[in-house]
């Protein structure tokens, strides 16, 4: 009869095993690749692009629904800044789809292997059973 293991014996299986932890290492490195990629978006292609759109800030876009009273603050639908994230999450896909199409092609140029410029000469092996095989038509 096998004996139970403990709850934290299962844990320590469940964290040890090869796929959580390719997870885990997954889900960091995405975080990292995340921050370059928001940095790029927000401080090189987003003032770049300001430039063609006449300088608008989309974020202080909104709608007031009541005013603000004394130390109630006001209420409002600021779809500006939904706007503003809609922008920054497709210029987000953008730049990682070129930067995957990059690596991609760069790696099919890895994978290809270079071609010889000139046949190779058949090595002796080849030469000494084309001889017998032509010594036997005979």
Do not use: C, W
């Not at 934290?8 to 932890?21: H, K, P, Q, T, Y």
């Not at 960091?28 to 927000?42: D, E, P, Q, R, Y």
């Not at 760069?106 to 000139?118: A, G, N």
């Amino acid at each position: 009869m096998k004996k139970k293991k403990g709850l934290l014996a299962e844990f320590r299986d469940f964290i040890s095993r090869g796929n959580v932890l390719d997870l885990a290492i997954g889900v960091i490195m995405g975080a990292a690749f995340t921050a370059i990629v928001n940095s790029l978006v927000k401080e090189i292609i987003t003032p770049i692009l300001s430039i063609f759109i006449g300088g608008i800030n989309f974020e202080s876009l909104k709608i007031v629904l009541s005013p603000a009273q004394g130390d109630i603050e006001e209420s409002a639908i600021h779809y500006g800044l939904f706007i503003q994230q809609v922008i920054t999450f497709l210029m987000t896909a953008f730049v990682i789809f070129f930067l995957l199409k990059a690596i991609s092609k760069l790696q099919k140029k890895k994978d290809e292997p270079v071609p010889d410029p000139k046949p190779s000469e058949p090595s002796e092996e080849v030469l000494l059973l084309r001889e017998i095989r032509d010594g036997l038509k005979k």
